[in-house]
């Protein structure tokens, strides 16, 4: 049962959170719309440079997730993210290689931390079985993207993670843009990896 995870930006207001014992370091921060920070994980050190929960978990928070393909049989470094960050989203794919800066690894997984500051996230996954079924499944994910648009709140954009070897991204792409029609939406994201196996993928959905 393959998914497919898609991530809805729309900008909202919201309340702050009210952070008592880090509220000098939230204020020194306030200027910038979106916060950004890189951790990673490895079998031999475990996570590295995680960023603190108590400043960085929030609704406004998304985590990207690109793991190599051997999580799959072992999870439990994205259970345990998920517990660190009960409040962020959680989203990611496999890979055929994890990139970080000028790195590229193998067996690790690579996090992109984004906090924003005025942005509302919204989530839907839904079942891809074959490459037939993409141009369907992209009509759904488009009509569920204009169902989420209010008049005082419009779509900013789309990330797109897809399992990489049951779906046709361009068909994909197709049918998210032919339920949106007129409206001209960025979107982004890429099919899942295996490096160069082609056996299985898999995408981080939280």
Known sequence: NKVFTIVVLRCAPIVPRNYSQTKDKIEKDRSKKVRIAEARFSLDQGWDKLPDPILWDSEQTMVLAFCAPSFFDTPAPIAELKSKYPRSFILGCSTSGEIQGPHVFDSSIVLSFCRFDKTRFEV??????????STDVGVKLGDFLRSKQTPTEKLKGALVFSDGLNANGTNLIAGINSSLKEQSVPIGGGLAGDGNAFKRTFVVCD
């Not at 839907?124 to 079924?133: H, N, Q, V, Y």
């Open 124 to 133: 839907m996954s839904a079942p891809i079985f074959k490459p037939e079924e």
